[in-house]
């Protein structure tokens, strides 16, 4: 089975984790050699980017809303209303 992932979120996820091992080791390197570095910001930065690049480069993930993306049998609001006032 082959699993098809989109271009563009591939490349968001790998500036996400370049930026989340950015950030560990700047942490670690501003707290000492001895130190390991700041995993959790390293992760929240890393999903802050992720997040952000996602919502930038998708639009949402959103589709545009057509005729084809209401339930079958639902009459848009419009024909409705249009029905009513009609004599």
Do not use: C, W, Y
Not at 22 to 44: F, L, Q, R, Y
């Amino acid at each position: 089975m082959t699993l098809h992932i989109d271009p563009v979120a591939l490349l968001v996820l790998a500036v996400g984790l370049l930026v989340g091992r950015a950030v560990h080791k700047h942490t670690a390197a501003a707290a000492g050699g001895a130190a390991k570095g700041d995993i959790v910001g390293a992760i929240g930065a890393a999903a802050a980017v992720v997040t952000a690049l996602f919502l930038l480069l998708t639009a949402g993930g959103s589709a545009a809303a057509g005729e084809d993306s209401r339930p079958a049998g639902h009459t848009p609001i419009s024909q409705q209303v249009g029905e009513v006032r009609s004599p």
